[in-house]
């Protein structure tokens, strides 16, 4: 449900001094089924991508989910499950940190603030809560092990709603250009807070694809879907997932 900042290393398709020379990422992502999310900000390495150095990240996103409302009615109806109801939850954070270039790829961890205001859509629901102010932290990795693999891991963990975010995912290099030689494999997320909610999901992605347009640097893209399970709705069901970074 957090925002994933997929895809912040550089495409395949730049060139070493290329990526020297790169210093903004803008990025967006939509993580969609019985949950939602999408969330859109932007990265800058003053050094460049192709360097170690510092770096600062900055998101924005909203998010909608389906839970029971235990509080506004404990008992349910006619002896039943309380009845569902929607959690909005808008969240956004700005944290600096450094990030390692190595031959094999990039790795960057990151710490600082961040804000999120939720509201229960729920008749016990009798004001707005106040936005709460914390702490997060989030580490990245971008990894190609070999020539043909690529291995990517996102960690992020914030105090304002007490949650956490986790992926990691594997792909083999596509045997024929497609949208730029992107890479496909298996991917499996986590993701808690501290309402009680749990939601694991398992797909397959296709990472690092291309949208080549005139004049600009090609836009990346990243797409997922696969099987996701929510522990409060504790029925499985299905998701996709979409990721899109430029680098300028």
Known sequence: ?????????WPDGLRADEREEVRTVLFGSLDAGRSTFVSAGGKFAPDGYGR???AALATFGYGLRTERDW???PRGQAGGAPPRVLRHTVQGGAVAGWQWVRDWGIAALFAGPEIAFEVLDSPATR???APRIGAR????????PTEATLLTATLIAGTARGSAWGRVAW????PAPVLGDGYVGPEAALYADRTGYRKWSLGLHATDLALPFEGVAPVRL?????????EQIRRPGVYGALSAWLPL
């Open 222 to 230: 990243r797409v997922s879907a696969g099987w996701a399970y929510e």
């Open 127 to 129: 004001r707005l809560p």
């Open 171 to 174: 792909g083999v290099r596509l």
């Open 52 to 54: 170690d150095g510092l």
């Open 1 to 9: 449900m957090l925002c994933a900042a997929a895809g912040l290393a």
């Open 137 to 144: 932290v989030q580490g990245e990795l971008w990894a190609r």
């Open 71 to 73: 509080w506004g009615d």
